[in-house]
Structures are given as structure tokens and as C-alpha cells.
């Protein structure tokens, strides 16, 4: 069981991976921006983030960015959701530091599988 | 694991709309030209949003639309196109057919999809074949195809894996990249640590190690690439089949996909032609035609989105009521012992007195008066939404309006953050819709006209929302021509509503307007002309126990002011009696109360009494007679009298006394009994019985009608 940070403004977006990864017995928090997530982040520990790209307030890419900042953070596993194919959106989140990247659409078991992927 | 996606479809929709609401605000906002990026950007993300989830939620043809949409978003927010007006007007027009499409996704219906193509091919003619049509849904199509047209590759592959020395610092572990490696066959790895550095100059978070693995077992190449999908620039990775057991005959197992999947599709279509026959049905044509309407969803029930603050409010009030409670309880059990201790007749120094008691219970109650009234309140507002709800479809209107009509409308909003009910909101949408459109057709001039006035090019419509006394005012004021008191006048005589010797205020003849049957039919245009007239207007908001009144000046502009109730659940009531029953009127619609002074009232011959209340005559109605009952005070000396605002117009109501002022939970009538014309509800007083609830509407309605009948006589 990990405990993970789930950011994405859509709210049904957020639910569905907040109610997936609930499921597979993980603790789970939710956040609907960036601002929110890092002090979320501040706050508390966590095992996972897992943040969508395009937000108000603040960014994935940006948060990511900011995580990476906080020495708590450092290695901690951070995925970036998007709905870009292409590689610009992926590798702009690869250089603000993210592991990796889940494509949208994704269906629960792809998440679960690219979860268990840096859960190890 | 298998998860029911349509529990998220609420949410989905709820914010989808929502998107498509800013979308549709910012690109109103979005000056032509070079757009500001800023807005262009909020677009383009809530478009991303709706895309990103109809996508996840299975909605394919939104997602597909709304790529469309974003491509030319996205030109437009990295600069490579200009924002034109054709451009904008073409982004409004497609949001109306995402909304469409939305709207069939969530209800289960289908959609047109004429409408649809004939978007997507004005979207595609934007984007000037850059995109074409196809394009659009091949863009998921390749990865599918790589994947599935790679076979497994006999006995196994060799790995080199070389990371960078920074391979961990995004939080990659090759660790867990072995672990899933070893989950597609069996993995032996060699590491190889010639390049680990000497332990004074190790850095702990570089990484020095390399590895050359071997995996054995039936595995696509594919699926050892995408362990490594996140690292590939972060290592130096090779990937080759192990040598021995290469098996090089890919190119016939391609060959024979398309074998395999055409006798499908054949069978597929084969079959349906029998099926037709079968039931001889003779037009072909038919069988593409998917059943017009699926069945609806058997479990939706309305939802409201609350915010946080509201319900910790409420779970605040919860906790001061049981604080309540516990206090009234120890009321309660000293009361008991108090009696025990009467009743044994023993004395007790300790005991509290029955006055200090007395004292507490009143307290008690005080401050539960003070917990219900809150919490009804807090109740309440979980219902309430901001009227922006409303007023966010207005500029859009205008926007689309003021073109159309040829116009120059600015358009002035404020105080969108005022809270209404949800039903209220819900039900005062079209009037509004139908009086904003009625204030730019028939109220704000044409920029000729209004600068032959002497007045501003533009033209100013101003919507304007605020809480005054427990009601919510909408107000839609324009600075246009007014009301043209003689043509009203006019026409109210031609359409037989008022006779011409009716001696009207300007005020009255304002309210003509209102009347059912008054269309002016020859200045309607097709614009707000549509069938719906303005009684209709006022029968919706009356229907919600308001009231609208406008003032006009001619040349100078109207005002049209509804006037609301906060809520459709409760209602400040005026207790009155009438004949043994005791009966509520709405606060909303009372102007005053009074004692008839006798000398005031005349009998109009062949009409109604009237009373004159200071320089105005105003019509008297005997609640006594609309009910039926036995007048029994015939003369109406010093008889108590309710002065109503009915049509704009005040009315007195003669009723036997007046009781208190309270506030009541209004029950259906309709629901619960039938349709009483002089009543729009009914409520359960303190002491458990039953009041009605007057509609003042209809009372002047049913006195009118008996009037005339000859039921009442003057």
C-alpha cells in the first residue's frame, strides 16, 4: 500500500483515479491543481504523485518541477498524465524531472499497471 | 480489476458543460486580431479537459470533435494564426454542437450527425487542409497497428542497459524495471561495476552500475521497450533477439492477418442481410439506421454541487444543536427530580429550584430557536447556486444578437454572485433569455436611430442581481427607446383588452405589455417574436412566487425588475383569517395592511368597489365572496384589508383579521390534492393544522370571473 498524490483539475478524471488506485488498497489524496498539490506535498510524505499536465493555477510540468525542488522529493516516483501522443508534452515532463508518463485515455488497469510499474 | 466508468459520468458531464460555459465566455472576451494569450489559453484548456476525459469516459466522437477544436486552439495560442472573427464565431458554433453531443452522450440519445460533419468540415476548412478530415482519427490509429503487428519472437531477447549517471534522479529504479522484466519470462542479469567510482568520490545519488540481461520466453519487443519507455534517454539500451533461436518468417504472419479479420466482416454484414429478409423489411436503407432513441439510464437522479464550506456549516450547526439538546436533557432530568423529590416530600439542600430550572429551559429554548433557524438556513443554501449560472448565457446571446439585429450592445453585468435557489435558477432561465431579447429587439436602438437621439453609439444592457429583505431582484435595464406608451395603448384597445374609454396610468399601460393575448405583432421580428409572449414571462416567474413590474420612460429606456423568492421550499407568510380558517399570504406580495375607513370606499356602477387609498383608486376584493362564504360585515366598516401588488397594480383584499407573520414550508397542493385556482399551496402551522396559501393571482382572477357572472354584485 502506498500513499499517493493525485492532482488533475477534471474532477470526474481525478475520481476515476482516485477511486482505481483506492481499490488496489492504496490511501490516496486529492488535489485539483498545482498550487494545491505542492502544499499537499509540503505537508505531507508521499510514495507517488501522479499529475495531469494541462491545470489553472499551476502546471504539472511546473509542479513537478517545484517537487523536484523539495529534498523530499527528490526521487520520488512523479507521472505525468497527458493527452498529447506526441513526444513534446512527455519530454517537457522528463526534463522538469517526471518519471514518467500514462497517455490519456487510459483505462483503470493501464493506471494500476503503470502505478505498480514505480511502486515496484 | 473492472471498475464501473459510469459512475464517474456525472462528473464528467457536470464538467464538460462547465468547459464548454468558459470556453464559450472566454472566446466572447477574445478580441480579433492577435488574442490574448492568456485567455486563448484558458480555452484551450478547458477544450483539453473535455477531450482528455470523454476520451478516458469512452465518449470517442467528443473526444474526436473537440481535437479538432483544440488544433485550432492551439495554432492560435503558439501564434501560427491569426484570430479572426470567422474563426471565433465558427469555435462559438462548434461549442454549441460539443454541447449537443454532450448533451445525447449523457441523456442517451442520438446524434445528428449531419450537424456534426458539417462542423467538423467548417473546422477542417480552418485549418485549411493542414488537417484533413482523416487525419483526425488516425491520429491514435498507428500505435495500435505497431503493437499488434509484432509477434513474439521465439526464445528470447538480450538486453544491454546502460544508464546515464543521472538515471535516478526522476525517480526511475532499475530495480523495479528488472522486477517487471522478470514478470514477461526469466531474466538473468550481469551487472557491471568497472565504472563505480572510489568511495570517497562516490556521489550516493549518481548512478554507476550497467547491465547486460538476458530474458528468455515468448516476449514482444514492444513490451521490453516500454519498461524501458521512460528511460530511453537516460541510457544507452540495445535490444537484440537472442541469436541461436531467431525465427524469420515475420512477414507470414502479417500476410495473414487480413485473412483472418475479412471473413468477419463479411459473416458480419452477411448476417444482417438475412435479418432483414427475415423480416422483410423492404428498405435497405434502414438497416443503418441505429434506434433512434436507446433507452434511458434507470438510475439518475439530479445532483447539485456543493462546496465544502457549505456542508461543514451545516456539520457546525449539527454539532451547537446537540449541545442544545443535552442542555434541554439536563433541563429535562433536574424537572424529574424536582418531581421525585416533591412527591417523596423529603427536602434536599442541593436541589435546584423550579425558577432557576424555569430560567434554563427558556435559555434552552432561545438558543434551539436560534439552531433551527440557522440550520434551515444552512439547508437552505445548499440549494443555492450564483445566478451566474444565468448570466452566463447572456453574453453570448447578446453577442450573437447584436450582429444579427445589427446593433451595438454593451452588455453589463453585475452582482453574478448572488445566490438563488437551484429550482429557481433552473426555471428562470428562459424568461430572462426572453427578456434580454426582448430589451435588444424591441428596447435598444439601431446605432442610426440612436445617434439622430442625441444618445451614444452603443447602446448599454445592463443585468444586474442582488438580495433585498429575503428576495432575490434580477433587474435588465437598457438605455433604448422605451415603451411606446400610445401604440400599447393602441393595441391593447385593437386586441380588445382594455376599452377606449379606460382611463389608464402610464404605469398601467406598461403593464399592458404583460397582458395574455397582447402581441404587438407588427414590430415582432423573428428574434423575440417567437411564439412566446410576454404573459408567458410572467406567468414563469409568477409560477415561482415572483413578481415582475418594468418601468419605462420613452426615449430614455426600461427597467424590468423580478422580484424572487430565495427559496420554493419556504415562504414568509401573512397569517389571516378568513371566515374559521386561518390562511397565508405571501409576504412577497403584500404591499400594506390596513383599516378601511368607510368614506373611502365607492361602488363603480356596473364594476367592483373601489377604495381610495390616498390619490389612487384601487379595487376591493371580498375574500368572503371568492370563497363562497356569508358576507358579515356588509358595509366594510372598519374591516381589515390586505393591499396586494397584482399585475403591477395594487388590489385590496378584505379579510375577517389579521394574525402573525411567519415563516412556512410550503406542501403541493397539486401533489398532494388538486389544482385550487385561488391557491398555490398549503402549509402545516404550529399547532398542526393545515393553512392554504393564497395566489393572489388567482383570488383576482376568481373575483373577476364571479364578477362577471353576477355571482358578486356590485
Given amino acids: 500500500m502506498a500513499r499517493i498524490l493525485v492532482v488533475d483539475d477534471s474532477a470526474s478524471m481525478r475520481q476515476m483515479v482516485a477511486f482505481t488506485l483506492k481499490g488496489a488498497g492504496h490511501e490516496v489524496v486529492e488535489t485539483s491543481d498545482g498550487v494545491e498539490a505542492l502544499a499537499s506535498a509540503k505537508s505531507g510524505s508521499f510514495d507517488l504523485v501522479i499529475t495531469d499536465v494541462n491545470m489553472p493555477n499551476m502546471d504539472g510540468i511546473t509542479l513537478t518541477r517545484e517537487l523536484r525542488a523539495l529534498p523530499n522529493y527528490r526521487f520520488t516516483p512523479i507521472l505525468t498524465l497527458t493527452t498529447e501522443s506526441s513526444n513534446e508534452k512527455k519530454m517537457a515532463g522528463k526534463q522538469a524531472g517526471a518519471t514518467g508518463w500514462l497517455v490519456k485515455p487510459f483505462n483503470p488497469d493501464q493506471l494500476l499497471a503503470t502505478a505498480k510499474k514505480v511502486l515496484g | ?714
Fill in chain 2, 1 to 714: 480489476m473492472s471498475i464501473d466508468m459510469s459512475q464517474f459520468h456525472e462528473a464528467f458531464f457536470d464538467e464538460s458543460f462547465e468547459g464548454l460555459e468558459i470556453m464559450e465566455s472566454e472566446l466572447l472576451t477574445l478580441d480579433v486580431g492577435a488574442g490574448d494569450a492568456e485567455i486563448i489559453n484558458t480555452i484551450f484548456r478547458a477544450a483539453h479537459s473535455i477531450k482528455g476525459g470523454a476520451g478516458t469516459f469512452g465518449f470517442m466522437n467528443v473526444s474526436e470533435f473537440t481535437h479538432v477544436m483544440e488544433t485550432l486552439l492551439d495554432e492560435m495560442r503558439d501564434g501560427s494564426r491569426d484570430v479572426t472573427q470567422f474563426a471565433v464565431d465558427s469555435l462559438l458554433e462548434s461549442i454549441d454542437v460539443l454541447r449537443t453531443m454532450l448533451e445525447s452522450a449523457r441523456d442517451n440519445t442520438e446524434v445528428d450527425e449531419e450537424m456534426v460533419a458539417a462542423r467538423y468540415a467548417v473546422l477542417n476548412g480552418i485549418l485549411k487542409g493542414e488537417q484533413g478530415d482523416s487525419s483526425v482519427k488516425e491520429v491514435e490509429a498507428p500505435s495500435l497497428a505497431e503493437a499488434s503487428t509484432e509477434k513474439p519472437v521465439g526464445a528470447g531477447w538480450e538486453i544491454s542497459f546502460i544508464p546515464h549517471t543521472n538515471l535516478l534522479m526522476a525517480g526511475n529504479d532499475p530495480v523495479r524495471m528488472f522486477r517487471a522484466l522478470s514478470e514477461l519470462g526469466e531474466l538473468r542479469a550481469t551487472v557491471d561495476y568497472s565504472n563505480l567510482q572510489p568511495f570517497n568520490e562516490l556521489v550516493p545519488e549518481d548512478l554507476y552500475l550497467s547491465w547486460l540481461l538476458t530474458l528468455t520466453g515468448d516476449i514482444l519487443q514492444a513490451d521490453i521497450e516500454e519498461v524501458f519507455e521512460w528511460v530511453e534517454d537516460d541510457c544507452d539500451l540495445t535490444i537484440t533477439p537472442l541469436a541461436a533461436n531467431v525465427q524469420s518468417e515475420p512477414l507470414v504472419v502479417i500476410e495473414s492477418e487480413p485473412e483472418t479479420i475479412e471473413p468477419v466482416q463479411v459473416s458480419a454484414v452477411t448476417s444482417v442481410k438475412e435479418q432483414v429478409s427475415e423480416n422483410s423489411v423492404a428498405d435497405n436503407a434502414s438497416v443503418n439506421k441505429k434506434p433512434a432513441t436507446k433507452p434511458k439510464k434507470a438510475t439518475e437522479s439530479a445532483s447539485i454541487r456543493v462546496g465544502i464550506d457549505k456542508v461543514d456549516e451545516i456539520i457546525n450547526l449539527v454539532g451547537e444543536l446537540v449541545i442544545t439538546q443535552s442542555m434541554l436533557d439536563q433541563v429535562g432530568e433536574d424537572l424529574e427530580a424536582n418531581a421525585e423529590v416533591a412527591s417523596s416530600g423529603a427536602e434536599c439542600g442541593s436541589q435546584k429550584t423550579n425558577a432557576d430550572i424555569l430560567l434554563r429551559l427558556s435559555k434552552g429554548l432561545a438558543q434551539l430557536e436560534r439552531n433551527t433557524r440557522e440550520l434551515q438556513d444552512g439547508v437552505m443554501r445548499i440549494r443555492m447556486l450564483p445566478i451566474s449560472f444565468v448570466f452566463s448565457r447572456m453574453p453570448r446571446l447578446v453577442h450573437d444578437l447584436s450582429s444579427k439585429l445589427n446593433k451595438k450592445i454593451e452588455l453589463l453585468v453585475s452582482g453574478e454572485e448572488t445566490e438563488l435557489d437551484k429550482t429557481v435558477m433552473e426555471n428562470i432561465g428562459d424568461p430572462l433569455v426572453h427578456l434580454v431579447r426582448n430589451a435588444l429587439d424591441h428596447g435598444v436602438e439601431t446605432p442610426d436611430i440612436r445617434l439622430a437621439a442625441g444618445k451614444a453609439e452603443v447602446g448599454t444592457l445592463s443585468l444586474n442581481a442582488y438580495h433585498q429583505g429575503g428576495n432575490v431582484i434580477i433587474e435588465i435595464k437598457d438605455d433604448g427607446a422605451g415603451i411606446n406608451k400610445a401604440k400599447v395603448r393602441a393595441k391593447a384597445i385593437e386586441k380588445g383588452i382594455i376599452s377606449e374609454t379606460d382611463h389608464l396610468t402610464d404605469d398601467e399601460i406598461n403593464h399592458l405589455i404583460f397582458a395574455p393575448g397582447f402581441s404587438t405583432a407588427d414590430v415582432v421580428s423573428d428574434v423575440s417574436g417567437r411564439g412566446v409572449g410576454m404573459d408567458v414571462v410572467k406567468t414563469s416567474i409568477n409560477k415561482l412566487g415572483g413578481r415582475v413590474v418594468v418601468e419605462s420612460e420613452e426615449g430614455k429606456g426600461s427597467v424590468f425588475t423580478i422580484r424572487l423568492p430565495l427559496t420554493l421550499a419556504i415562504l414568509d407568510g401573512q397569517l389571516v383569517t378568513v371566515g374559521s380558517e386561518s390562511y397565508v399570504i405571501p409576504l412577497i406580495a403584500i404591499i400594506e395592511s390596513l383599516q378601511i375607513d368607510r368614506a373611502q370606499i365607492n361602488a363603480v356602477a356596473g364594476k367592483a368597489e373601489v377604495y381610495k387609498l390616498r390619490d389612487e383608486y384601487i379595487p376591493i376584493i371580498r375574500a368572503r365572496a371568492v370563497f363562497g362564504l356569508e358576507d358579515n360585515k356588509a358595509d366594510l366598516h372598519e374591516s381589515l384589508m390586505v393591499i396586494v401588488e397584482v399585475d403591477g397594480a395594487p388590489v385590496g383584499i378584505i379579510v375577517d383579521d389579521l394574525q402573525g407573520q411567519q415563516q412556512v414550508v410550503i406542501k403541493s397542493l397539486e401533489t398532494n390534492y388538486r389544482k385550487v385556482e385561488t391557491m398555490s399551496g398549503a402549509t402545516i402551522l404550529g399547532d398542526g393544522t393545515v393553512a392554504l396559501i393564497w395566489d393572489v393571482n388567482g383570488m383576482v382572477n376568481v373575483h373577476k370571473k364571479k364578477l362577471n357572472n353576477g355571482v358578486i354584485k356590485a
